[in-house]
């Protein structure tokens, strides 16, 4: 039987390979959608857990982007210390950068 976390790795594999990036909203918007009845620490947990095996498989850095469309020219490198940001604003206002796994 497939566990949540390998399929969130496979899920989160094919759109890196599809996209040629990884947005980190993508990593709870992927285990809040499988409506599993987590928690939010337990959705947190779970999305560090496969942002550290994501970027042990592949190599990628954190750059960070502006809404709305994503132009890969367009990424500023995040500093190594940002904090790991897997959710966006839900409101629907999206005028905030976000944080993406870009390949090296």
Same mark, same amino acid.
């Given at each position: 039987?497939?566990?949540?976390?390998?399929?969130?790795?496979?899920?989160?594999?094919?759109?890196?390979?599809?996209?040629? @990036?990884?947005?980190? @909203?993508?990593?709870?918007?992927?285990? /809040?959608?499988?409506? /599993?009845?987590?928690?939010?620490?337990?959705?947190?947990?779970?999305?560090?857990?496969? @942002?550290?095996?994501?970027?042990?498989?592949?190599?990628?850095?954190?750059?960070?982007?502006?809404?709305?469309?994503?132009?890969?020219?367009?990424?500023?490198?995040?500093?190594?210390?940002?904090?790991?940001?897997?959710?966006?604003?839900?409101?629907?206002?999206?005028?905030?950068?976000?944080?993406?796994?870009?390949?090296?």
């Amino acid at each position: 039987m497939t566990t949540p976390f390998q399929q969130l790795i496979w899920d989160l594999e094919e759109s890196l390979e599809s996209e040629g @990036y990884l947005p980190l @909203y993508s990593f709870s918007w992927w285990v /809040r959608g499988q409506k /599993r009845g987590l928690t939010e620490q337990d959705i947190a947990a779970l999305c560090g857990e496969a @942002y550290e095996e994501i970027t042990q498989l592949h190599r990628l850095h954190l750059e960070w982007f502006d809404w709305p469309a994503l132009d890969l020219s367009s990424g500023r490198p995040a500093a190594p210390d940002t904090p790991l940001d897997f959710d966006i604003n839900t409101t629907g206002e999206v005028s905030t950068p976000f944080l993406a796994l870009v390949p090296d």
